[in-house]
């Protein structure tokens, strides 16, 4: 009888035993279990926004603020998970924002700079304007200041906040006055240096570059003007032989009125022969069309007025000189267009 009462006692322990293993203990078990498991897989699927909790086999996953996308794809993951009962989402769906793109920073360009060298009868130019369409209505600039004959070297590229384009035209109207010289901008500077042929184009250009302060608030004015030496008698007939030597001064039709486009080479036929102590003969030409007694009185007409501009521009009238030839003296074949054109010419000797 008391074995059976031992062995009732035993098997009721062991029971108790039993139900005080799974009851107690095995739950809590289960439940790490799943929360290791959750957390590794919403690592392993980058799903950092969500935290998790869980209750025996019950899932609660939260998050400040996340997409429904991202809710659904997290809730599917954590559901596939062996264990797992249910899931509960307690956090925000709403929109995410997403930061801001920041501006990807862009240096400031440069203003406008320039450096234009002139020798007389060439302009070499570099520097850095706004634009291609700057470049080019600044070569025009050029091409109008200094005429024909003018070798132009442009070597200008692109880059500046500003073209400055109305301030470089005024400081080609100054170098175009120059025997040689420099036109510069840098820094909201700009500079005139060279020489001229006379003090009265020195105190005229300075004066000039004075008043354009006034116009211009944000630049600075230089100059740096001296007195040309005077040309001998040979330096002064290549000079002037190298102004005419592609081009001619241009005529109306029939008539002795110098075409405007002739203006500046005549400017700077000027300048040139400011600066030379000899009598400068101006010699009329024409082709072999028409009248030759017509052509005769039309060249001379025509060398009075290339005398009266140049006397007009301060070259003195007893140092000028002007004879007409009409037809009789051509340099090229008066039987063709090309031909006539050339015989149609100014020539300029000194003597």
Not at 35 to 54: K, Y
Not at 201 to 228: C, E, G, H, V
Request: glycine letters at 6%.
């Amino acid at each position: 009888m008391i074995k059976k009462i031992l062995l009732l006692l035993a098997l009721l322990a062991l029971i108790i035993l039993t139900w005080f293993c799974v009851y107690k203990h095995h739950p809590n078990s289960i439940q790490q279990d799943i929360s290791d498991r959750v957390q590794e897989a919403l690592d392993q699927e980058n799903m950092t926004a969500f935290s998790s909790r869980v209750d025996g086999r019950e899932v609660y996953l939260t998050a400040n603020t996340v997409s429904e996308s991202e809710r659904d794809a997290a809730v599917d993951r954590v559901e596939s998970i062996w264990g797992v009962r249910t899931v509960t989402f307690e956090g925000q769906v709403g929109q995410v924002e997403k930061p801001a793109d920041i501006p990807e920073f862009t240096p400031p360009l440069p203003s406008a700079t320039l450096d234009a060298e002139y020798d007389g009868n060439s302009i070499n130019l570099s520097g850095v304007l706004a634009s291609t369409e700057d470049i080019a209505l600044f070569i025009d600039h050029v091409q109008a200041e200094f005429g024909q004959g003018i070798t132009i070297n442009n070597n200008l590229v692109v880059g500046s906040d500003d073209s400055s384009l109305s301030i470089l035209k005024q400081g080609l109207a100054g170098l175009s006055s120059l025997s040689s010289g420099s036109l510069s901008l840098n820094s909201q500077v700009l500079t005139l240096s060279g020489e001229v042929a006379s003090p009265d184009i020195q105190q005229k250009t300075q004066s000039t570059f004075a008043q354009l302060s006034s116009s211009y608030n944000d630049f600075d004015f230089n100059t740096n003007l001296q007195i040309a030496a005077t040309y001998d008698d040979q330096a002064c007939q290549k000079r002037l032989n190298a102004l005419v030597a592609n081009t001619n001064i241009r005529f109306e039709s029939g008539k002795a009125d110098i075409r405007i486009e002739s203006f500046p080479l005549l400017k700077r036929i000027s300048v040139v022969a400011q600066s030379c102590d000899a009598v400068l003969h101006i010699k009329g030409h024409t082709d072999s069309n028409g009248n030759a007694d017509f052509n005769l009185a039309l060249s001379q007409q025509r060398a009075a007025s290339v005398k009266e501009y140049l006397n007009n521009s301060n070259v003195d009238a007893s140092r000028l000189k002007a004879s007409g030839f009409g037809e009789s003296q051509p340099i090229a074949d008066n039987s063709t267009a090309t031909g006539r054109a050339v015989n149609r010419r100014i020539e300029f000797n000194v003597e």
